[in-house]
């Protein structure tokens, strides 16, 4: 279990109790969090649950992009250095405390 | 005027199969999808992607669960409507008046919506100054590519489309690439092939920058382009071309009266119909308490969206439950030689 904090490109901020296991997409998704589509449901092929890690330590903590995220991240809505796709990051107990930002929209 | 049982919306596997199960039990139908092909998500997102949940196949890609689906309704010789999309629904006498984007009607009792999780569009820069160019100088696809002879090019982008078109246009055009960062996604030999371009200075390659503004006066005249710390260049371009790949959009779906929970339409699992008589949604586009977006519950829902239409299309007849492996009636729909 982890406690995942999620801001809205307008500054609201969410957090939820996600199961380990789960990716920080679907407990997003699983809360009513605005701000994450997934239209795709978590099959990295949509880019709409993208999401910043503005702490530079977390984002080097986090697992490392699989094959295929970056290439998804570059039809993301304003992808930058520190990007993710949400749905790629699988929540365990080292992410207690994760921060996500939301781009200003996933489209 | 085309006239018949159903109008599916929609070609992605839970459309195919929905044809399908309307051919075995008598009924007609006509399939439109806004693709330029077969296949929905399976064939635009992941054609060599292997599935591994479709019942009974341990193992297919996306590419091959189409073929396959094409296969098994090619008896019942379905129309395919293709890169076309429905627009606007009207109902008249208990029927549905169907009219495409490409201005084909339909006349028919049911609709099924098996539209995924919308149409694909391409995707967009993000910026509002383009706006007034799309369509004209900032183009999101290529129809005619004589436009760009002897002109300033500029394309945004790292994958297929971004680089395949820099190496065509740069033998008429001065094309620069400007990508988001060094590695790109396109097929290698395109990769090396633009990296000798831009050794030998035919082709201008800027990476991490993306697009910042456009400027011009009724004329595109320059795009401006920044880097993630802030530096920003100003490119002369005639033309912008954007590759972000393809988004989903509901479109004209949310126009409909139809309800929807966020971008999913609710329907009674009996049937699959929605709150409007005779529109039917199934696969990924529909939701119920338990709904899975696998491709196998499509094809489910489906099979008793088809029993739905029925009831409309045949009002007289009472809709008698067969097997294929029994029924004569079926095997003749399917052209089976005993």
């Not at chain 1, 789960?22 to 239209?39: F, H, K, R, T």
């Not at chain 1, 080097?60 to 991240?73: A, Q």
């Amino acid at each position: 279990m982890a406690k995942i904090k999620y801001i809205e490109f307008n500054g609201t901020e969410h957090e939820a109790d996600v199961a380990n296991g789960l990716s920080v997409m679907e407990g997003a998704i699983q809360n009513d969090i605005p701000g994450i589509d997934a239209d795709c449901g978590g099959g990295m092929s949509c880019a709409t649950c993208h999401v910043y890690i503005n702490d530079d330590e977390w984002f080097k903590k986090l697992p490392e992009k699989e094959m295929g995220e970056d290439d998804m991240l570059d039809q993301a809505f304003e992808p930058k250095s520190n990007s993710r796709l949400s749905c790629q990051l699988i929540v365990s107990d080292d992410l207690d405390g994760l921060t996500v930002h939301m781009p200003e929209k996933q489209v | 005027m085309i006239k018949t049982d159903v109008v599916i919306i929609g070609a992605g596997p839970t459309g195919l199969f929905c044809a399908h199960q309307l051919g075995i039990i008598g009924l007609k139908c006509e399939i439109v999808d806004n693709l330029d092909k077969i296949g929905g998500q399976c064939i635009e997102l992941y054609p060599d992607k292997p599935i591994y949940d479709i019942p009974a196949v341990p193992k297919c890609t996306g590419e091959e669960l189409t073929n396959n689906l094409i296969e098994q309704i090619k008896p019942f010789n379905f129309n395919f409507h293709l890169s076309d999309r429905v627009q606007e629904l009207k109902n008249e006498n208990n029927k549905w008046l169907v009219r495409t984007l490409n201005g084909k009607e339909f006349e028919t009792p049911n609709i099924v919506i098996a539209g995924g999780v919308g149409s694909f569009e391409p995707r967009k820069f993000p910026i509002k100054s383009v706006e007034k160019y799309d369509g004209k100088s900032v183009l999101y696809s290529i129809k005619d590519k004589t436009i760009f002879k002897d002109k300033s090019v500029v394309i945004f982008g790292g994958g297929d489309s971004a680089l395949d078109w820099a190496i065509e246009l740069s033998n008429s055009s001065k094309v620069t690439l400007v990508h988001r960062r060094d590695e790109f996604r396109g097929a290698p030999a395109s990769v090396q092939k633009i990296k000798e371009l831009s050794d030998n200075k035919t082709i201008d390659l800027i990476t991490k920058y993306s697009i910042k503004d456009v400027k011009g006066n009724g004329i595109l005249e320059s795009v401006e382009i920044k880097s993630e710390s802030g530096e920003s260049k100003v490119i002369k371009a005639d033309y912008v071309l954007g590759f972000f790949g393809l988004i989903m959009q509901l479109g004209p779906i949310a126009e409909w009266g139809l309800n929807l929970d966020k971008k999913t339409i609710p329907v009674n699992t009996e049937n699959f119909e929605t709150n409007k008589k005779g529109i039917f949604a199934i696969g990924d586009i529909c939701t119920y308490p338990g709904k899975l977006k696998l491709i196998l519950s499509g094809f489910h829902e489906g099979a008793l969206a088809a029993r739905g239409c029925f009831k409309y299309a045949r009002p007289d007849e009472k809709y008698r439950f067969e097997f294929t492996t029994a029924s004569s009636t079926i095997k003749d729909r399917l052209g089976v030689k005993e």
